[in-house]
């Protein structure tokens, strides 16, 4: 099975991401494939609007970490680059970007949602930003570009999920609709051209656009600290005695 679906459609991209049974957890050949679709789509000159949808019941549950146990801490830190080296295209694309969050958008899959233009929540979809768990600061000045240095602040360092309802009202999320067909059917093109589009996005970018190389130094001189991958298991650990503690009686 593909980790990604693409359909053209009248000068839009719609990349669904295909790994239900996994969340649609982001592996190294879902972020190449990523990556691919939206060089393709930056290429056409058709192109307007890149969607990005999550197949079941998650957008994207972050990072792929089933293999855990076999990385070294250098092989994480190599995933975790390749993951914001996709954030960042994202971040300045030439078109209009846009994410549909169901369920849950945590980790990397929040990020990924954050990087989008235009980003809608659906009803009980959450979000979260746990790297700071494990010592990570992925998307730090982009999430406070989107909700503003005090409420990013408190996000990452005090964690906890973030409602659709506290999404929407931080800025976070541009827009709350009741369903994701919904939403895509009220997307209309838009009236600029692709080549001025690109031109306003790029302008509009306030202090963000020399920034792309000091994000990704700033990402690995944290993700560097020797003990990522012990880190990490120590976090994943965590979740599941929540889990565990939180499961009722019998079930």
Not at 170 to 186: K, N, P, V
Not at 222 to 242: M, T
């Amino acid at each position: 099975m593909n980790s990604t679906v693409i359909e053209y459609q009248a000068g839009r991209v719609h990349i669904l991401l295909n790994r239900p049974d996994r969340g649609n957890a982001l592996s190294p050949e879902m972020v190449d494939s990523l990556v691919q679709h939206l060089q393709a789509a930056y290429a056409d000159d058709q192109v307007h609007t890149v969607l990005l949808q999550g197949r079941g019941p998650h957008f994207c549950t972050g990072f792929d970490l089933s293999d855990l146990e076999h990385l070294s801490d250098g092989d994480l830190l190599w995933r975790i680059v390749q993951l914001e080296m996709l954030l960042a295209l994202v971040w300045r694309s030439p078109v209009r970007t846009v994410a549909v969050a169901q369920g849950r958008a945590w980790g990397a899959g929040a990020d990924l949602f954050a990087a989008c233009e235009r980003r809608c929540v659906l009803p009980g979809a959450t979000l979260r930003f746990p790297g700071v768990n494990f010592g990570i600061a992925l998307g730090t000045r982009r999430l406070s570009q989107r909700v503003g240095e005090d409420t990013a602040r408190r996000w990452l360092i005090e964690g906890g999920e973030i409602s659709a309802q506290s999404a929407h009202e931080a800025g976070l999320a541009t827009d709350r609709c009741d369903s994701a067909s919904e939403f895509i059917t009220q997307l209309r093109p838009p009236i600029a051209s692709v080549l001025t589009g690109a031109y306003l996005r790029e302008a509009t970018r306030s202090g963000m656009r020399d920034q792309a190389d000091a994000d990704l130094a700033q990402l690995v001189r944290s993700a560097a600290v020797p003990g990522l991958r012990d880190r990490i298991l120590h976090y994943r650990e965590q979740l599941r005695a929540a889990r565990t503690h939180l499961r009722p009686p019998g079930a």
